[in-house]
C-alpha cells in the first residue's frame, strides 16, 4: 500500500511535491487525508474513480472529514488510529452514494506516506456486488442444501480461500464429521495434508481455466473410487466467489470396467493363443502316396482359451509315414507354445527313425527335462508340463501299422468292409512321468481302411463318459463317406452337439498299400564279388521301371552300401528298391553298428563312399529295427512320365 501511496509524492515528500495528476487519474478510487492540524482525516485530495464512485462533486469531498463520508462496520478497528501509531490500516465500511442514497460496502485500505508530513493515502474498493452476492449465496446456499441432501452424490461449495459453505448429508456420513464441524474450515483442516493439497491443487486449476473439470480424486478414510466434478461459482457479473463439486461413487463402474479390461485381455490373450496354436498346427497335410488324411481342430467354448491338441502327419524314409496325435495340459499361450515345441521334438526324433516306443520314451526324457530344468523354475513354457501322445507308423509295402501311446485315447480302424473298432493299444503313463516302459503295437491294416486319431475333447464330456463317447464315435464311423473331409464334419456333428468344453484334434486317415510291381527285393550273399551282381540287377530292374536315367547313380549308390554291408555289417544281407514319389534304395544287414560319414583326407584310400552317396541322393539315413538295420537313399525323378 505504501508503494502505492508514494507514486503520487513529489521530490519533497510533502503534499506541494504530490503528482496531482497521477492520483486524479487512478483507476482506484483514492483520496491524500490529513492526519494531523486542526481537522485529522481531512480529505486534500480525491481521484475522479472516487468522485464517481460516491457520486460527488470534487467540492463533495474535498475538504471533508474521511470519516463523514464512510463509516467503519461495527467490531472494525478505527483506521485512523491505526495510521496515527505509524502502521497501515483497513476496514470493511459503509457509504452512500448519491443520488438516491445508495448504500455501497467499501473495503478501506490506508498507508501514512513517509517523510515529515502527516499525510495518509487512502483506497477504497467497491464490495457491494460481492456482498450482495455473498447474501444471495447465503440465501441460495440454504435451499441448495435441502435439494443436495437428497442426492446419492457428495455434494460441496467453498469460498475463493477453500472454506467450505456447505457439505449435503452425504458428505457428513461418508467422511464421519457433522456440517457444523465443517462450515469456514479447509481441506487442510479435515483431510490428511497429502489429500489436501491434491484437493487444492484441483480448486486451483477450476479457477485457472474458469470452467468445469471432472478428475478422480483420491479418497481420504472413503472407500471405493469417486468421480469428482468441480466447477466455479460465478457471480451476477460472472466473477467467481467459489467452487463448488459432485462426487460420485464410481465403485461399480469402475469394477464394471475392469472387468471388462480384464475380459478383453483374456480375449486377446485367447486370439494370441489361439493365432500360435493355428501357427503351430501344419498348415497343410502332405500328399502322401501311402496315405490321404484330412484333419480338424477346434478349440473349447468361446470363453475358454486354446490349448494345447495337435495332430501331425511326418513322411518317413521306406515310404513310411508317421501319424501324431497329442494333448498338452491346460490351455493359453504356454499350453501353445509347449505343444509347438513337443511337436517339433517329435519331428525331430521322427527324423532319426525310431521305433514309436522308443521315440515316445526320448519325447518322456526331454518332457522331465523341461520340465524340472533351469528353464522351468524361469516360468519356461513347459514347467510342470503334462502331456499324452499316441505315435503309428504305417508302412505301406508291408500293410502294417505300429502304434504306442502315452496315455491317450487309443485310435479307431474302420475296416474296407464298414467294420469299426478301437484299437487295444496299451496306454502308457503321460509324458513327463518317467520310470515306465512304452509299449508299441503292430496291426495289419487293409488297403483302404480309415485309421482315426484324435484327443479326449472329442469323446469326454460333462455329461457322457469315455465309454459312451467311444459308442457314439464307432457308430458315426460306422457311417463315413468316401470323402475324408465330409466324414471328418460328420463325426464332429455327431459328437459335439454344443461348443466343446476342451480342445478337439482329429486326424482321419485312409491307408494305401503300394503295388507290387513298385517293391523289387533281392538277398546278397556276404560275398565281395556278390556286388558286381548287385548293380546288374538294378541296372535290370531300373530299366524295367523306365528310369534308366538314374541308373548310374543308382549303381554306384548300391556299389557302396551293399560293400559296407558285406565289409561291416552280419549276414543276411536285403537289398530293396522302392517306386513311389521317389526312388528309394535300401540296403538292410543284421549288425545294429551304422556308419558315420567322415571327410577324407587326401591320402586316405577309404571314407568317400558316404560322402558320394550324400552328394548324389536327394537324402540317406539309417533306421534300427529290433534285429536289424537299414541304410537308404532316396532319388527324385527325373521327370513326370518316369514316375507314373
Request: hydrophobic residues 45%; charged residues 25%; contains cysteine.
Amino acid at each position: 500500500m505504501t508503494a502505492v501511496a508514494e507514486r503520487f509524492l513529489g521530490g519533497d515528500g510533502g503534499a506541494a511535491g504530490m503528482d496531482h495528476a497521477a492520483l486524479t487519474a487512478a483507476p482506484v478510487p483514492t483520496a491524500v487525508i490529513a492526519l494531523d492540524g486542526p481537522d485529522p482525516s481531512r480529505i486534500l485530495l480525491a481521484s475522479r474513480s472516487l468522485l464517481d464512485l460516491l457520486g460527488r462533486r470534487e467540492e463533495g469531498i474535498v475538504g471533508h472529514h474521511l470519516m463523514d463520508l464512510v463509516q467503519p462496520h461495527a467490531g472494525e478497528d478505527d483506521p485512523l488510529r491505526a495510521l496515527a501509531a505509524g502502521d497501515d490500516a483497513s476496514a470493511v465500511c459503509t457509504a452512500m452514494r448519491w443520488p438516491g442514497d445508495v448504500p455501497l460496502v467499501l473495503e478501506l485500505k490506508a498507508a501514512r506516506l513517509p517523510g515529515e508530513c502527516a499525510l495518509a493515502v487512502v483506497q477504497l474498493y467497491d464490495q457491494t456486488e460481492r456482498e450482495q452476492g455473498q447474501r444471495s449465496l447465503r440465501k441460495n446456499l440454504r435451499c441448495l442444501q435441502d435439494i443436495a441432501d437428497y442426492s446419492s452424490a457428495i455434494i460441496y461449495a467453498k469460498d475463493l480461500d477453500g472454506r467450505y459453505m456447505l457439505i449435503n448429508r452425504q458428505f457428513e456420513q461418508r467422511v464421519g464429521i457433522q456440517r457444523e464441524e465443517v462450515w469456514g474450515r479447509t481441506d487442510f483442516d479435515i483431510f490428511p495434508r497429502e489429500f489436501a493439497i491434491v484437493y487444492r491443487e484441483h480448486d486451483s486449476e477450476v479457477l485457472a481455466k474458469g470452467r468445469p473439470i471432472e478428475i478422480e480424486e483420491p479418497t481420504a478414510d472413503i472407500p471405493g473410487s469417486w468421480l469428482s466434478t468441480k466447477f466455479p461459482l460465478l457471480d451476477g457479473s460472472g466473477r467467481p466467489y467459489g467452487i463448488g463439486g459432485i462426487s460420485t461413487d464410481i465403485t461399480d463402474r469402475k469394477q464394471a470396467e475392469a472387468a471388462a479390461e480384464e475380459a478383453r485381455a483374456e480375449a486377446e490373450l485367447a486370439k494370441t493363443a489361439l493365432a500360435l496354436q493355428r501357427s503351430l498346427l501344419p498348415q497343410g497335410l502332405p500328399e502322401h502316396v501311402a496315405v490321404e488324411v484330412a484333419g480338424r481342430y477346434l478349440p473349447a467354448g468361446a470363453y475358454a482359451e486354446p490349448g494345447g491338441d495337435w495332430f501331425d502327419v511326418i513322411p518317413l524314409s521306406g515310404a513310411r509315414v508317421a501319424l501324431v496325435v497329442g494333448d498338452v495340459v491346460g490351455h493359453g499361450i504356454r499350453a501353445s507354445a509347449a505343444m509347438g515345441q513337443l511337436r517339433m521334438a517329435v519331428r525331430t526324433l521322427a527324423d532319426v527313425d525310431l521305433t514309436p516306443d522308443e521315440l515316445l520314451a526320448h519325447l518322456d526324457d526331454l518332457v522331465i527335462r523341461l520340465s524340472t530344468g533351469p528353464e522351468s523354475e524361469a516360468e519356461a513354457p513347459t514347467g510342470d508340463l503334462g502331456a499324452t501322445c499316441l505315435y503309428a507308423v504305417y508302412d505301406p509295402v508291408s500293410g502294417r501299422c505300429s502304434i504306442a501311446s502315452a496315455g491317450h485315447p487309443s485310435p479307431a480302424l474302420v475296416s474296407p468292409d464298414g467294420t469299426v473298432e478301437i484299437l487295444d493299444v496299451l496306454a502308457g503313463p503321460p509324458l513327463g512321468v518317467g520310470g515306465f516302459p512304452f509299449e508299441s503295437i503292430d496291426r495289419d491294416v487293409p488297403t483302404g481302411s480309415l485309421l482315426v486319431l484324435y484327443t479326449d475333447g472329442l469323446i469326454e464330456a460333462a455329461d457322457r463318459d469315455v465309454d459312451l463317447g467311444l459308442g457314439a464315435l464307432c457308430t458315426a464311423l460306422g457311417g463315413a463317406v468316401p470323402s475324408l473331409e465330409t466324414t471328418c464334419d460328420l463325426v464332429l456333428r455327431a459328437l459335439l452337439a454344443d461348443l466343446p468344453t476342451d480342445d478337439v484334434a482329429l486326424l482321419i486317415v485312409r491307408t494305401h498299400r503300394l503295388d507290387a510291381e513298385q517293391v523289387a527285393s533281392r538277398p546278397i550273399p556276404a560275398d565281395p564279388a556278390a556286388v558286381a551282381a548287385a548293380r546288374t540287377w538294378v541296372t535290370d530292374q531300373l530299366h524295367a521301371w523306365d528310369l534308366d536315367a538314374l541308373a548310374f547313380v543308382t549303381e554306384l549308390v548300391v556299389s557302396e552300401l551293399v560293400t559296407n554291408a558285406i565289409r561291416y555289417g552280419a549276414p543276411p544281407i536285403q537289398l530293396r528298391l522302392i517306386k513311389s514319389q521317389t526312388l528309394i534304395c535300401e540296403v538292410s544287414d543284421a549288425s545294429s553298428t551304422a556308419p558315420h560319414m567322415r571327410r577324407a583326407r587326401i591320402f586316405d584310400e577309404g571314407g568317400r563312399g558316404l560322402m558320394l552317396v550324400a552328394q548324389l541322393t536327394k537324402s540317406w539315413g539309417t533306421r534300427h529295427t529290433g534285429t536289424a538295420k537299414t541304410i537308404w537313399a532316396e532319388q527324385p525323378f527325373p521327370t513326370e512320365r518316369a514316375r507314373a
